[in-house]
C-alpha cells in the first residue's frame, strides 16, 4: 500500500503517516495468529476500513490509535480462527500454515499488477518457523491469541482478557496450556548450520535420486505432509516412514518435467523450493532433529506462493 502525497505537493498528514505506520505490525500480528499471509492482510485491511469509518472527532478521542489498531486486528483474527475449523472441512487434503520467504527473497511483482509493500513482509523469528505455526494450529483460538499476543507480542493478560472476553485469570491458563503443547511437541533442535547442512545433503541425494542416500537422511518414522488445495496430484494424506516419502519425491520429479531443486529460506529456516520453467510450484519446510529430517511439509498450493512467484 503506497501513501501518495496530497495534491499540490504537500506533505503527508503525520496523523496518517502514525496510522499507516503501524500496518507491519499489524501484518505480523495477524500473521502468527492466522498461519496465511492472505487472510493476515485481509484483517489488516478490514481493521483500517473500521478506523476510517470513524469521525475525525472520534479517532481524536483514542488515545493510542496503534494499540486499538492492534486490538481490532486481534478480534478480528480470533473470529476468524473461530471459523477457521468448519472451513477447513471443505478444504481438499490437507492444510499448511502460508510459507514465508527470506524478505530480501520476496518476489515484489504480483500476476494481478499491484506491488507488494515492504510492510507486508514479515519478521521471521522462531514464531514463525513451520513446526511451531502447525503445534499453533491444533490449538484452541483462545489459546492462540493468549498465547500470542501474551508471550510473542509481550501483552499484559489484562490487555490479553479485554480482547479475548475472559478473565485475566482465564487468560494466563490459556497462554500456560499453549506452552504445554509446545513444549511436548518440540524436538530437539538442531543448530542452524546443521541444519542447513542437513536440507543440502537431503537437496543433493533427491537431484541425484540416491534412494539409500534420502532414506539415511529420514528418520524411519518422518511424517511429510503437502498441502495442494486441490491441485492435481498432490497428496491429499499426510505419508508416515522415509521409504514412502522417499517414493513420492522421486515420482513427483518424474511427473514435473525440469524440475529445479533450490534452497532458500522457508520461515526463517533452511528450507528448499522446487522450480518449473523459472516459476516456483512447491516450497520445503523442514523440521530437523539431530542429523536426520523429522516432518517435511510441502506447499503446492498456488495462493500460498505468491511472494515465491513472478507471476
Not at 7 to 32: T, V
Not at 33 to 46: C, M, N, P, R
Not at 270 to 283: E, N
Not at 292 to 310: F, M
Request: contains cysteine; charged residues 25%.
Amino acid at each position: 500500500m503506497t501513501i501518495q502525497s496530497e495534491p499540490g505537493g504537500g506533505r503527508l498528514d503525520p496523523g496518517l503517516s502514525a496510522i499507516m505506520g503501524e500496518r507491519r505490525q499489524l501484518i505480523n500480528l495477524a500473521y502468527r495468529l492466522l498461519g496465511s499471509l492472505a487472510d493476515a492482510e485481509d484483517v489488516v485491511q478490514e481493521t483500517y476500513t473500521r478506523w476510517y469509518a470513524m469521525s475525525r472527532q472520534q479517532q481524536d478521542a483514542i488515545e493510542s490509535p496503534g494499540a486499538w489498531l492492534s486490538k481490532v486486528a486481534s478480534r478480528l483474527c480470533l473470529n476468524v480462527l473461530s471459523s477457521a475449523r468448519a472451513r477447513r472441512e471443505t478444504y481438499v487434503g490437507e492444510w499448511v500454515p502460508e510459507p514465508l520467504p527470506d524478505p530480501t527473497e520476496w518476489i515484489t511483482g504480483r500476476s494481478d499488477g499491484i506491488t507488494v509493500d515492504p510492510a507486508d513482509r514479515v519478521t521471521l523469528d522462531e514464531s514463525v518457523n513451520m513446526a511451531f505455526l502447525v503445534v499453533l494450529e491444533a490449538m484452541t483460538p483462545a489459546e492462540r491469541v493468549a498465547f500470542i499476543l501474551h508471550d510473542v507480542f509481550r501483552y499484559s493478560f489484562a490487555e490479553v482478557a479485554e480482547i479475548v472476553g475472559r478473565t485475566p485469570a482465564a487468560c494466563r491458563q490459556l497462554a500456560s496450556s499453549a506452552r504445554r503443547r509446545i513444549r511436548a511437541s518440540q524436538a530437539p533442535a538442531a543448530l542452524a548450520a546443521q541444519q542447513a547442512g542437513v536440507v543440502r545433503d537431503f537437496k543433493q541425494a533427491w537431484e541425484a535420486k540416491d534412494i539409500n542416500a534420502l532414506i539415511g537422511l529420514l528418520d524411519p518414522d518422518a511424517t511429510a505432509i503437502a498441502d495442494g488445495g486441490g491441485v492435481v496430484g498432490a497428496a491429499l494424506r499426510p505419508m508416515v516412514g522415509a521409504e514412502q516419502i522417499v517414493r513420492s519425491l522421486v515420482n513427483l520429479e518424474g511427473r514435473l518435467r525440469n524440475l529445479t531443486i533450490m534452497e532458500r529460506t522457508v520461515n526463517g529456516q533452511p528450507g528448499l523450493i522446487a522450480q518449473q520453467d523459472g516459476v516456483t510450484v512447491s516450497v520445503y519446510a523442514f523440521e530437523v532433529a539431530g542429523e536426520r529430517i523429522k516432518r517435511i511439509w510441502a506447499v503446492r498450493n498456488p495462493d500460498k506462493l505468491r511472494p515465491w512467484t513472478t507471476g
